[in-house]
């Protein structure tokens, strides 16, 4: 918090879902969640239907800010997260898993943000990879920067990977209730990433740059499970936003479309077509701001373009000279652009 700033004293809702998590993981996580240097507020822990121990050590903490919910039967993430917003009392909400950390000052760092930016409707932070056994294992997660919600949407647009992480973000609860956004259980192993594409189409998105979550990385999660399942979904998400552009990603042009972001693979010709598929449509339809659309389109196609140019060392001088060119001209005329105006010495 920023020092000699008082804080608002506003009531956070977290809301965990649980489904037969191992002890050790599920204790952490919770007195990560217990221990937050900011106080104020409900811990709304849904259990979907566990059929092992996890359920009994929940209700063995003694602390009137849990409330539990018991699913009578596995629901899955998206509807059990449904049930938890609905629970919610809390001009926040706070997502958390029961297989991650949370460092003691996230609460706190991130409703002063909300707080004073009050159109933003979900609010991300960086995270540390962490193994089984707690250990950092030197990689991190987020992006390394969301320069506005404008850029935020047209990233979506190509995939979820890396921006808001899951379990670090932090709502907005009254905008939420404002535009009837809730999980779509359609999308029961990419909820985050379709639910992210609607929440940027009506408030601010942001992603505070510094890390406030652990993340626990294991070869039993959901994440590394359902890989190929994540991957199909979020074609489908894909696909959606491009039909608002009045368009139809064929098979042979999605994967195209998603290494746009993902998979840095060599050079097509055919991804330019798209390119300009992509900016003509948004130019008639209007959907995405099209400066920017055309600006991060054309960046991601010159990244391409050097690629191909990489595995040459004749096309590599060559790009080199060109860049020089372009910017002795540049310079150039900023120089007698400088002259006109009398700012020469």
Avoid at 113 to 137: F, H, L, R
Wanted: charged share 30%; net charge positive.
């Amino acid at each position: 918090m920023t020092e000699g700033k008082e804080l608002k004293k506003g009531l956070i809702s977290v809301v965990m879902s649980n489904y037969n998590t191992p002890i050790n993981y599920l204790k952490e996580a919770i007195d990560s969640v217990l221990k937050q240097t900011y106080s104020n507020f409900e811990f709304i822990i849904i259990d979907d239907g566990s059929t092992d121990d996890s359920l009994e050590f929940i209700k063995s903490y003694d602390d009137p800010r849990i409330k539990l919910i018991v699913n009578e039967e596995n629901i899955g993430l998206a509807h059990s997260l449904n049930r938890g917003f609905d629970a919610a009392s809390g001009e926040f909400i706070a997502r958390m898993d029961t297989d991650d950390i949370c460092y003691p000052q996230r609460f706190e760092k991130q409703i002063e943000y909300m707080q004073e930016n009050p159109n933003t409707i979900v609010c991300g932070a960086w995270a540390k990879i962490i193994d089984s056994q707690n250990q950092e294992t030197g990689e991190s997660w987020g992006s390394p920067i969301i320069k506005d919600t404008d850029s935020y949407r047209i990233g979506l647009l190509f995939s979820n990977n890396p921006l808001i992480i899951h379990p670090s973000a932090f709502f907005n609860h009254k905008l939420l209730m404002k535009y009837n956004l809730v999980y779509n259980n359609q999308f029961p192993h990419a909820e985050d990433y379709e639910f992210w594409t609607r929440c940027a189409k009506y408030a601010d998105c942001e992603i505070l740059r510094e890390y406030l979550l652990k993340f626990r990385r294991r070869e039993s999660s959901v994440s590394a499970s359902f890989t190929k399942l994540q991957k199909e979904e979020a074609y489908s998400i894909i696909k959606i936003q491009l039909n608002e552009l009045g368009l139809r990603m064929s098979s042979d042009i999605q994967d195209l479309h998603y290494r746009l972001f993902v998979d840095m693979k060599p050079y097509d010709n055919t991804l330019k077509k798209w390119i300009k598929r992509i900016i003509s449509a948004n130019k008639k339809y209007k959907v995405f701001n099209q400066k920017k659309l055309k600006k991060l389109l054309w960046y991601r196609w010159s990244e391409f373009c050097y690629e191909e140019m990489s595995h040459s060392k004749t096309m590599r001088i060559l790009y080199l000279f060109i860049s020089l060119s372009i910017r002795c001209k540049l310079n150039l005329f900023k120089i007698r652009t400088n002259y006109k105006k009398g700012k020469h010495v």
